[in-house]
């Protein structure tokens, strides 16, 4: 059980948007903590999407955008293209876990 | 060009030790924090902990704390995690990652480290 919840899977057929939440609580997103999205394409390392809440690293296509609010965060896909297909993870840090990072149980998304 | 290469693939069995390693360069790697970060077959990131090179200032998430330690040798810009003896459930990916600073990024990663330990 992750401290941050995200939904298993979302789909979604190319061109469409798609949303990927990412539930935590006061003690992490909601203190004030960032968040940071990564893309895990299958069989290789995580990769940094989203940072600093929403900002993207050189590279990353202006489709991904991020919001926070509260104690959640979102990233938002737009324009869905196959190479999208991957799995997508939020992290944040915890004060109840002495700064510790966390992440989200990660999201399946299959482009359809 | 910053990379972070890690060492191969691993086949041990129950109870011996290991140290996998991850070669930063491309950049000052004793000012950059490296992180573990571990994820088993089929499941999502968790967070290890992290090492700062340049004074060996550790950080263990309290879930691995005991369990793996962490050094650094600047001199070749290698970080390594280690067991001192495994166990089955060790099996699993294992990725390294720089960060700035406290609450920076984990900006760039390792290919990943595969561990599997079985009898």
């Known amino acids: 059980q992750s401290v941050l919840s995200q939904p298993p899977s979302v789909s979604g057929a190319p061109g469409q948007r798609v949303s990927i939440s990412c539930t935590g609580s006061?003690?992490?997103?909601?203190?004030?903590?960032?968040v940071f999205w990564f893309q895990q394409l299958p069989g290789t390392a995580p990769k940094l999407l989203i940072y600093?809440?929403?900002n993207r690293p050189s590279g990353v296509p202006d489709r991904f955008s991020a919001s926070k609010s509260g104690s959640s965060a979102s990233l938002a896909i737009t324009g869905l293209q196959p190479e999208d297909e991957a799995d997508y993870y939020c992290?944040?840090?915890?004060?109840?876990?002495?700064?510790?990072?966390?992440f989200g149980g990660g999201t399946k998304l299959t482009v359809l | 060009e910053v990379q972070l290469v890690q060492s191969g693939a691993e086949l041990k069995k129950p109870g011996e030790s290991l140290k996998i390693s991850c070669q930063g360069s491309g950049y000052n790697f004793k000012t950059y924090w490296v992180a573990w970060v571990r994820q088993m077959p089929g499941k999502g990131l968790e967070w290890m902990g992290l090492?700062?090179?340049?004074?060996?200032?550790?950080r263990y998430s309290p879930s691995f704390q005991g369990q793996v330690t962490f050094s650094a040798d600047m001199s070749i810009t290698t970080a390594y995690l280690q067991w001192d003896s495994l166990k089955a459930s060790d099996t699993g990916m294992y990725y390294c990652?720089?960060?700035?600073?406290?609450?920076?990024?984990?900006?760039?990663w390792g290919q990943g480290t595969l561990v599997t330990v079985s009898s």
């Open positions: 990652a720089r960060r700035a600073s406290v609450h920076d990024p984990f900006d760039y």
């Open positions: 090492i700062y090179p340049a004074d060996s200032d550790t």
């Open positions: 992290q944040s840090y915890d004060t109840s876990l002495r700064g510790s990072a966390i």
């Open positions: 600093g809440d929403n």
């Open positions: 006061s003690s992490n997103i909601g203190a004030g903590y960032g």
